[in-house]
């Protein structure tokens, strides 16, 4: 009997380990997704680690120096004059209504905060149309939720504007029944036109209506009396205008394994985006369907009267005179020039690359740890941002075979001769790509459910690259000041770095002075000679400084005041940049970050300098060889 027991007991034992297995089977299956990728990215950041005590030689360090002569700008935009707390009887509300993608909202709602001040009015939560178009997002998320902090905003700027998440009942009866006056303001609308058209239908009807799409409705340069009104613009973009928190924590944790081990890194944001692309005709830099894309994107422009101008337009010329990004193959082998080692550490930004990956292939040769969101996040990461959303419906895909197989089946036994096979069966993916559309139709299909979630989707991604930009060691801009009139992301990036950290390295390039100087070197672009890189050192180097300041404020700042909130929404610890004097608690604080930073740099001096100092001189003594080479024997070709 005890024998019998034993065995039962034995295989009440083996089945509940079975059992047990089955369940971890299970769950491993599963979760396998997330786990390889996470594998991945664990492997990627190790290899990322090259130096793993963190230490860097004096020739890389410098590349990570600050910007001495800029150190004096501080990020000031307090209040300096009498500012009254606004009261909650004011002339009425401001309903809003933003088109456009992340860059447009962003400069959009600085613009609504500072016309409610001027109007005297509160203002209601915006709408952001990307998202309320986008059907089945978040049911956790409202239409600005889904991507700012609301509660943040509204606390932030209690003391500038009043801010209520909905209008009241009766006037949200009065906007359904359409019975408020609504306004589309241009990008250029002065104060005088809200103050003499705007103002007064807002004090008889008690709100308001206005619809936003070129990505600004207040001009970007002020007055000199109104610079109250800019500081104002400079406290919602830099402090009030706060992404979630889910947002925010993900690009922490991003900026954290870019800089594992004490390594410094990169931003680049290529800036290749259709519209601008189509608006200053770049088409020709790319190649086959991509090309004919811009080329259509172009001629609705013209249709619409946002370009004036031919649909075919020389691409080069439009090069030569800066109108058109820098490639990035052209960017990587400026990065070479100016001494970055092949395993320094680049972070992609934006959502939109025109082009895929394609056009990224010359730079990530040049610099292998080249990464982007998905490189440092798994998708369970990711989809944790996108909250619950609703399910779409498939879209239904019919396919009609121009030729019946009967024929085929009923041909009778081999080797008998047989008709031509029914047509190739074309799936899916092959007509619904986004850019399928262009072999067989005149005009571009309309947007899709899953297109217009997608878009959605795009304001996350660039809200995250936005946060891992303005806090990176160092950023490039391939496509700033576009010419569109449009804030675009890199702008926006560099008037905030520029308001945070003036000092930290933010390249300003001239497109026609880069331009000029890669077509001298054109036949030997990856082995120039030694005059040709010191030209590009000594231009980027300028551009960190007074000579690229003095470019972006001439360029840039009338279209979008973000992108150069210098002199009016910072002070100076020295005389040098205007005559606002930092207060005191500014300078001290000023005083001991340097104290601080000064110990750093001690310390890091006393490490060895070796191995970044070794290659940096063995790429100049083979940059100088290989010129020796050339001049030897012109028959010989660089680029085989």
């Known amino acids: 009997?005890?024998?019998?027991?034993?065995?039962?007991?034995?295989?009440?034992?083996?089945?509940?380990?079975?059992?047990?297995?089955?369940?971890?089977?299970?769950?491993?299956?599963?979760?396998?997704?997330?786990?390889?990728?996470?594998?991945?990215?664990?492997?990627?950041?190790?290899?990322?680690?090259?130096?793993?005590?963190?230490?860097?030689?004096?020739?890389?360090?410098?590349?990570?120096?600050?910007?001495?002569?800029?150190?004096?700008?501080?990020?000031?935009?307090?209040?300096?004059?009498?500012?009254?707390?606004?009261?909650?009887?004011?002339?009425?509300f401001i309903h809003a209504k933003i088109f456009?993608?992340?860059?447009?909202?962003?400069?959009?709602?600085?613009?609504?905060?500072?016309?409610?001040?001027?109007?005297?009015?509160?203002?209601?939560?915006?709408?952001?149309?990307?998202?309320?178009?986008?059907?089945?997002?978040?049911?956790?998320f409202k239409s600005f939720s889904y991507l700012y902090n609301e509660e943040h905003l509204i606390n932030s700027l209690k003391n500038d504007v009043i801010i209520v998440k909905d209008l009241p009942p009766k006037l949200k009866e009065a906007r359904k029944r359409k019975e408020c006056p609504i306004f589309k303001p241009k990008s250029s609308a002065s104060p005088e036109y809200y103050v003499k058209q705007v103002l007064p239908k807002l004090k008889k009807g008690k709100v308001i209506g206005l619809v936003i799409i070129d990505g600004s409705c207040l001009q970007a340069i002020l007055p000199p009396k109104l610079a109250e009104y800019q500081r104002l613009r400079c406290r919602v973009a830099f402090h009030a205008l706060n992404f979630r928190p889910e947002i925010l924590s993900l690009a922490h944790q991003m900026v954290k394994r870019l800089r594992a081990s004490g390594q410094p890194y990169l931003a680049y944001h290529p800036g290749l985006v259709r519209d601008s692309l189509a608006y200053q005709g770049c088409s020709e830099l790319f190649q086959d369907v991509h090309t004919e894309l811009i080329q259509y994107r172009r001629a609705q422009m013209i249709k619409q009267k946002l370009v004036h101008g031919e649909t075919s337009v020389d691409s080069y010329i439009q090069k030569a005179k800066g109108l058109c990004p820098l490639m990035p193959e052209e960017v990587g082998l400026?990065?070479?020039?100016?001494?970055?080692?092949?395993?320094?550490?680049?972070?992609?930004?934006?959502?939109?690359?025109?082009?895929?990956?394609?056009?990224?292939?010359?730079?990530?040769?040049?610099?292998?740890?080249?990464?982007?969101?998905?490189?440092?996040?798994?998708?369970?990461?990711?989809?944790?941002?996108?909250?619950?959303?609703t399910p779409l419906p498939l879209s239904p895909f019919n396919y009609t075979p121009t030729k019946t197989t009967t024929e085929w089946d009923q041909a009778g036994p081999r080797p008998r001769p047989l008709p031509p096979p029914p047509g190739r069966p074309i799936y899916q993916h092959e007509k619904e790509g986004w850019y399928g559309w262009i072999a067989e139709k005149d005009s571009e299909p309309d947007l899709s459910a899953i297109d217009l979630r997608e878009k959605a989707r795009r304001l996350l991604w660039d809200a995250i690259d936005y946060v891992v930009s303005v806090e990176a060691d160092g950023f490039f801009p391939g496509f700033n000041n576009d010419g569109t009139g449009w804030p675009d992301f890199s702008s926006l990036v560099m008037g905030h770095r520029l308001y945070e950290m003036a000092s930290s390295p933010t390249y300003r390039p001239d497109r026609k002075f880069l331009a000029?100087?890669?077509?001298?070197?054109?036949?030997?672009?990856?082995?120039?000679?030694?005059?040709?890189?010191?030209?590009?050192?000594k231009h980027l180097n300028n551009s960190l400084g007074d000579e690229g300041?003095?470019?972006?404020?001439?360029?840039?700042?009338?279209?979008?005041?973000?992108?150069?909130?210098?002199?009016?929404?910072?002070?100076?610890?020295?005389?040098?940049?205007?005559?606002?004097?930092?207060?005191?608690w500014l300078k001290d604080s000023f005083t001991e970050s340097k104290t601080q930073e000064t110990k750093i740099t001690d310390e890091n001096e006393q490490q060895p300098d070796d191995e970044t100092d070794e290659w940096q001189s063995g790429s100049e003594d083979e940059n100088q060889s290989k010129d020796s080479t050339f001049e030897q024997d012109s028959e010989i070709d660089p680029n085989d």
């Not at 470019?551 to 009338?558: A, D, I, L, T, V």
């Open 516 to 537: 000029n100087l890669f077509n001298s070197t054109r036949d030997n672009l990856y082995f120039p000679r030694r005059n040709w890189t010191l030209a590009v050192r």
């Open 100 to 140: 456009g993608g992340f860059e447009k909202i962003r400069s959009s709602i600085c613009d609504l905060v500072t016309i409610s001040r001027l109007l005297n009015a509160t203002l209601v939560i915006p709408e952001l149309q990307e998202s309320v178009n986008s059907k089945g997002i978040g049911s956790e």
């Open 334 to 389: 400026l990065l070479r020039a100016m001494g970055y080692p092949p395993m320094t550490r680049i972070y992609l930004a934006g959502s939109e690359r025109f082009g895929g990956q394609r056009v990224m292939i010359p730079l990530r040769a040049m610099y292998t740890n080249l990464v982007d969101r998905s490189n440092l996040c798994n998708k369970y990461e990711l989809n944790k941002l996108l909250g619950t959303e």
């Open 549 to 584: 300041l003095n470019r972006q404020f001439h360029q840039s700042k009338p279209s979008s005041f973000l992108s150069h909130p210098i002199p009016e929404c910072t002070c100076t610890i020295f005389k040098q940049f205007g005559n606002t004097k930092c207060p005191k």
């Open 1 to 92: 009997m005890m024998f019998k027991s034993k065995i039962k007991w034995v295989a009440l034992g083996g089945l509940v380990l079975s059992f047990l297995s089955l369940l971890v089977h299970m769950f491993l299956a599963n979760t396998s997704a997330e786990l390889v990728q996470y594998h991945v990215m664990t492997r990627f950041l190790e290899d990322l680690n090259v130096n793993v005590m963190g230490k860097q030689g004096g020739a890389s360090r410098k590349l990570w120096k600050k910007v001495k002569p800029l150190e004096a700008l501080q990020p000031y935009a307090n209040p300096r004059k009498k500012y009254p707390v606004p009261v909650h009887k004011n002339n009425g």
